[in-house]
């Protein structure tokens, strides 16, 4: 690991405009790529007497393994700038992106969205733009990318430029914070230096932009919440819940409550890396040991806390939703599974109380009868089992859920407040 601070980033943007391929040439041009990677594709490149070696022929190379149905992951890939180490979070578009991004490890604190200039603003640039206003993602990079298919021509990037400006007004993303630059994640144009193709644009690069993101904010001050991942029963030590700190330490000695479950005790040891450690952070995966804990008394899903500040339990939550994509209408009393933190429970939408509108944030219709794709909503959600969430104002890592159904992610939203069981 490097000392740099850490970013997380989200490349998004719709199908086939370009994401991969341009995370494939930031990590090639950043010396990211797997030494091995390389050197397996240098190998192919010379069998198959392809003069040289170019990145070109490595993204050739991803796209027919994507055709033959094999997974690249590009999630989870790391490179660094002079400023930050950046890794990249799941890609939509990937199986379970949204679900990732809100449940996983991958919430990110910056996004880069890549557009392309020969086709503009599609159903999916606005989804993940929606989506990210939601998630609270602050900045946002646009990339007016393939500008080589449209022959580097400034007019076609100032439409692209204007149609996503007016996207991100509509979802009242502050523009002014949002950075256009033209590239060729193809070609190599402005990605990590600036194009001769493009003499009407003196704006940065994209990796100037990355490195000139502002710091992520800083973990909140918020108390311990340890969301349990697994239970192990681990002969000499006993049982042995283990998951990722979000928010606040963990020490031997300290008092802990499990929640929903409603059990608790004193830690007895803490974990990393096979190691007893005598505190842990937000970021850390720990195994600890719980007097009096028993396997079966906790499960995934819960979350551990401070027996002085336990972990919430809601009997019912108000929270604002973004239905990404629903095959007809939403109406009060579908039930579907929300997906918060390690927790999988199925929670009623009890009533639907405002539709919101994106481009002013008021509300526009009080109590409508249904929401269907696009839409923003309030609503009152009833979990059917209990479910520990926080308010995403007080808690933002256990205050955001994906909604789940028919094997796909329906909506995404965060907690506005809990009413408590
Ligand atoms: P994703 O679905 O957004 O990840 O898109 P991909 O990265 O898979 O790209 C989709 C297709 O567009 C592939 O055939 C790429 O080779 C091509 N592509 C990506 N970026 C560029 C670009 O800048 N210029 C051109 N001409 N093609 C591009």
């Avoid at 392809?50 to 590009?74: S, W």
């Avoid at 007019?155 to 979802?171: A, D, N, P």
């Avoid at 927790?343 to 009623?348: K, M």
Wanted: a negative charge.
């Amino acid at each position: 690991m490097s000392d740099k601070p850490h970013q997380n980033l989200a490349v998004i943007g719709h199908v086939d405009h370009g994401k991969s391929t341009m995370v494939g040439r930031l990590l090639f041009e950043t010396g990211s790529v797997p030494e091995h990677v390389i050197e397996q594709y240098r190998e192919e490149a010379e069998e198959k007497g392809k003069g040289g070696f170019e990145f070109a022929y490595v993204m050739d190379n991803l796209a027919e393994e994507r055709e033959r149905g094999v997974t690249i992951d590009i999630a989870h890939q790391e490179f660094d700038t002079d400023e930050f180490y950046f890794t990249i979070v799941d890609c939509p578009g990937h199986r379970d992106f949204v679900k990732n991004m809100i449940t996983g490890a991958s919430q990110a604190d910056n996004a880069v969205l890549v557009v392309a200039a020969d086709d503009g603003v599609q159903p999916q640039t606005q989804e993940h733009v929606f989506l990210a206003r939601t998630l609270g993602i602050n900045e946002l990079i646009v990339a007016v990318n393939k500008m080589d298919l449209v022959d580097y021509q400034e007019s076609r990037y100032k439409e692209t430029v204007e149609e996503v400006t007016k996207l991100l007004k509509q979802v009242r993303f502050n523009t002014d914070d949002a950075e256009f630059i033209p590239t060729s994640a193809f070609e190599g144009d402005n990605v990590s230096e600036s194009s001769e193709n493009t003499p009407w644009y003196d704006g940065e690069t994209l990796l100037e932009a990355l490195n000139n993101l502002p710091e992520p904010q800083p973990p909140t001050d918020a108390p311990l919440r340890l969301p349990i991942q697994d239970v192990y029963t681990i002969s000499g030590i006993g049982t042995v819940p283990v998951g990722r700190i979000e928010t606040g330490t963990m020490s031997p000695g300290d008092n802990v409550s499990f929640q929903p479950s409603d059990v608790g005790g004193e830690v007895k040891t803490v974990e990393m890396h096979h190691e007893e450690v005598p505190q842990a952070g937000p970021g850390d995966n720990v195994g600890f040991n719980v007097r009096g804990v028993g396997k079966d008394d906790i499960r995934r899903g819960d979350v551990c806390g401070p027996a002085d500040d336990p972990p919430s339990v809601a009997e019912t939550f108000e929270a604002q939703i973004v239905v990404m994509q629903h095959p007809s209408v939403i109406t009060a009393g579908y039930t579907p599974v929300f997906h918060a933190h390690t927790a999988q429970v199925a929670c009623t939408i009890e009533s639907i109380d405002a539709k919101i509108d994106p481009s002013s944030g008021e509300i526009a219709e009080e109590n409508p009868d249904f929401i269907q794709s696009g839409d923003a909503a309030k609503v009152t959600v009833r979990p059917q089992k209990p479910l520990s969430v926080e308010p995403s104002e007080e808690i933002p890592e256990l205050g955001s859920f994906a909604v789940r159904d028919m094997g796909q992610t329906i909506a995404a939203g965060r907690v506005l407040s809990v009413n408590e069981r």
